[in-house]
């Protein structure tokens, strides 16, 4: 592939979108910065970075945004970042919440595709990097909704790799594992229900609550992480997976146990019993 030179990022705002928008413009990259909410990413203005305002759950906002890139010469590589998290347990957990977890992770992605395929396409060339998580291979206890809209994402890339390839079009997996990012703080918002009597998993409320609080501790810092991923989504040959992030060695081992043990392992780290009580 040729050289990447332009980059639109989605979900630029913190975390891992903000810390990737920097570090493709130190590369020498021209960065798109797109976020919901655009004094979020004001302060990203540079000679390499040109905030959006782009929400990946709005058509009108996606074609407003996609059509000032392509006006402005086109983009070379998508990276799909945006994304939301929810701690959980699902089945007490407002259905509102799920589709709207379901809808931003995948569905936004997909919609982010549509968008910048045709000109990619028309140029024979181009990438789509996929935000993904180790979650989506590993199944965490009271994340089930985030876990399966990133096993979904990583599923749609690997269909993706076969369907897009005749048009030159690249597509990898970014996989973080730990990465310090509001995304965690965000997605405990509410829990407290689950201490109250209405909830049953009220006495699991200690082990809902170290899902998003336990994570400090081993935690890359994003800045970290998109230092070292960033070559590797520059690269001539594009890799399938991209693998980074605090524990990242320690949970990939995990996910390859077998699923009798994983799953033991797992229920005794959250204090969920294998039986009924």
Do not use: W
Request: hydrophobic share 45%; proline share 5%; net charge neutral.
């Amino acid at each position: 592939m040729q050289a990447i030179k332009r980059v639109l990022v989605t979900g630029c705002s913190t975390g891992i979108g903000r810390a990737l928008a920097l570090q493709l413009a130190e590369q020498g990259c021209l960065v798109y910065a797109t976020a919901r909410r655009p004094e979020s990413i004001a302060d990203l203005q540079s000679a390499q970075i040109t905030p959006l305002p782009l929400d990946v759950l709005d058509q009108q906002s996606i074609d407003a945004a996609v059509s000032q890139i392509n006006g402005a010469g086109g983009v070379d590589m998508l990276v799909n970042n945006a994304g939301i998290s929810l701690t959980a347990p699902l089945v007490e957990t407002e259905f509102a919440r799920v589709r709207s977890v379901v809808e931003t992770n995948l569905l936004g992605c997909i919609a982010m595709i549509q968008a910048v395929f045709p000109l990619m396409a028309d140029s024979g060339a181009g990438r789509i990097v996929n935000v993904g998580s180790v979650v989506g291979e590993l199944p965490v206890p009271f994340t089930a909704t985030y876990c399966a809209t990133k096993a979904g994402l990583h599923m749609l890339s690997d269909v993706l790799r076969l369907e897009l390839a005749p048009f030159g079009i690249d597509v990898v997996t970014v996989q973080p594992a730990a990465v310090a990012s509001e995304i965690e703080a965000r997605s405990g918002v509410g829990v407290e229900v689950f201490a109250g009597e209405g909830s049953r998993y009220q006495q699991f409320y200690a082990a809902i609550r170290q899902r998003f609080e336990g994570q400090e501790n081993v935690a890359m810092s994003a800045e970290e992480f998109a230092a070292r991923v960033t070559p590797q989504l520059l690269a001539k040959k594009a890799p399938r997976v991209v693998a980074a992030g605090g524990n990242n060695a320690l949970l990939r081992t995990l996910m390859r146990l077998p699923a009798g043990l994983r799953d033991r392992l797992l229920q005794r780290e959250y204090g969920l019993p294998a039986k009924k009580l």
